[in-house]
Every structure is written in C-alpha cells, then in structure tokens.
T-cell receptor
C-alpha cells in the first residue's frame, strides 16, 4: 500500500530559527511530490512541487529537497516567522493517468513558531 | 477569479438527516476532488471526477454520492448522516494531474453530526 510518513508530528521553534520537516514515502513510481501549507481552518496551499527528476525547489524561505533513491523529501524553513505556524503536508502523486490520479497524503507536521 | 469555493462553511446535522455540500470552481479545472480530514489525520479521498459526467470512487466513498453535471460544479451528497461523518470536507480542483500542476483547495466545510 502506498504510504507517506511525516516527522515529526509536531514541532515548536522560536521565531527566527530554522527547521526541517521530513517526509518518507513508498509510492513508486510517482509523478511529483508536493509540499502544502495548511493554516488552521483553511484549505491546503501549495508551497513547492518537484517532479521525480528534480532534487530541490525553493519558494522564498521554503526549500524542498527530494532524494528519489531513498524515497525521502524534506522541507527546510529559514528564519521562521510567526505566520509560518501551520500544518505542513507532504503529498505524492502517481504517474499521470495511473490509479485514478489519486494522491497519497501524509499526516502532516504541525509547526508552531513562538515569539 | 474566485478559485474554488465551498458552501456552507459550517453545518450541524442530526443523525439520519441529509445535506449537500456545494463546490464551485471558475478555474476551468477538469479534475475535481472531495476529501475529508479528520483531526490530526491526513486527507482522504472520497470521490473524484475527471470531467463533466464522469465520477469515480476514492478511498472512503461509503455514505456519500457525487455528481458532475457541469465543469464548474461538483456537489457532495450525504444521504443519511452518521456521527462518523463528522469531519472537515475539502473540495479541490486541478487542470491536469502530474508534472508541475497543483491542486487548488477550497476553504473547507466543517460538518458536525450529532
């Protein structure tokens, strides 16, 4: 069964510090790996998308990496801000046209940034 | 563009009642999805549609029905509400899965079944 595991489940950091969130997946083959940010009470919003051939993608202070050999991805947040407090979700997409195009979602990491 | 919109934002239902969760998008998405998100859990796919007139079951379809009569609308129907259906429901749209495409999510509908 395709799985996406994220760690840690929750994390508290001080404003201005960096942090790294982890994602391990078993989906293979896959089309792309996405990181979403979900603020409390809102729908997820895409941060980065990487195809299987990419190994890094940045979006401002967010940098995602992908190691397709070890099936691991990470999301690094630099100089955290209070507005970074949210859940971060790793999502793996099957190849186009495969398995009904159903995505596999991780359970998310809940990040809290404190002043 | 309004993007993906959902109504209502919040609803309380009694066991056995029925309701329709509305989802509309103005981004010309071919693909649309309904997910539920239970507290502390990942999103689970209920139903999806690859175009008008075409729908298919996801991972957790029991107790739900959908229709896709137009490209823009993808309503989710609960016929006999049960406490297990208490959750937050998200609708999402996508133009073409894979590659650099991404899903766009609506703001969610919080449903409480008592």
């Amino acid at each position: 069964k395709n799985q996406v595991e994220q760690s840690p489940q929750s994390l508290i950091i001080l404003e201005g510090k960096n942090c790294t969130l982890q994602c391990n997946y078993t989906v293979s083959p896959f089309s792309n790996l996405r990181w979403y940010k979900q603020d409390t009470g809102r729908g997820p919003v895409s941060l980065t998308i990487m195809t299987f051939s990419e190994n890094t993608k940045s979006n401002g202070r967010y940098t995602a990496t992908l190691d397709a050999d070890t099936k691991q991805s990470s999301l690094h947040i630099t100089a955290s801000q209070l507005s970074d407090s949210a859940s971060y979700i790793c999502v793996v997409s099957p190849p186009r046209g495969g398995a009904g195009n159903m995505l596999t979602f991780g359970g998310g990491t809940r990040l809290m940034v404190k002043p | 563009n309004a993007g993906v919109t959902q109504t209502p934002k919040f609803r309380i239902l009694k066991i056995g009642q029925s309701m329709t969760l509305q989802c509309t998008q103005d981004m010309n998405h071919n693909y649309m999805y309904w997910y539920r998100q239970d507290p502390g859990m990942g999103l689970k796919l209920i139903y999806y549609s690859v175009g008008a007139g075409i729908t298919d079951k996801g991972e957790v379809p029991n107790g739900y029905n959908v229709s896709r009569s137009t490209t823009e609308d993808f309503p989710l129907r609960l016929e006999l509400a049960a406490p297990s259906q208490t959750s937050v429901y998200f609708c999402a749209g996508e133009t073409t899965p894979g590659g650099q495409e991404t899903q766009y999510f609506g703001p969610g509908t919080r449903l409480l079944v008592l």
